[in-house]
């Protein structure tokens, strides 16, 4: 089983920058796609990032597209998210998945809070 703990979520200011970090536990080999989502308040769940597991593809929302940036280090089995140029309509909850094959995602994490202020 594959676990995934989020990080690196707080408070910010508009304008600025921040990295949220996925770690991922477990039968990691078994991974095939990974991904961040986030859900804000009285919205739908918006998928908002994706990469292969090999990181050689990525994938970006059109809403997100042009400051967010979705990355591995395959040496710590970390996800990261680097959010530039923060809005406040990026505050959400934003949490990490993973899945074993390229058309679902199987592991969900608990999320990490980002709350961006104008």
């Known amino acids: 089983q594959v676990r995934l703990v989020e990080s690196g979520g707080g408070s910010m200011q508009a304008g600025g920058s921040l990295r949220l970090s996925c770690t991922v536990s477990?039968?990691?080999?078994?991974?095939?796609?990974m991904g961040w989502f986030r859900q804000a308040p009285g919205k739908e769940r918006e998928h908002v990032a994706r990469i292969t597991r090999n990181g050689g593809s990525t994938w970006y929302a059109d809403s997100v597209k042009g400051r967010f940036s979705i990355s591995t280090d395959d040496t710590k089995n970390v996800l990261y998210l680097q959010i530039d140029s923060l809005k406040p309509e990026d505050t959400a909850l934003y949490y990490c998945?993973?899945?074993?094959?390229?058309?679902?995602?199987?592991?969900y994490g608990q999320g990490t809070q980002v709350t961006v202020s104008s």
């Open positions: 477990g039968r990691t080999f078994t991974i095939n796609r």
């Open positions: 998945a993973v899945g074993y094959t390229n058309v679902r995602y199987d592991i």
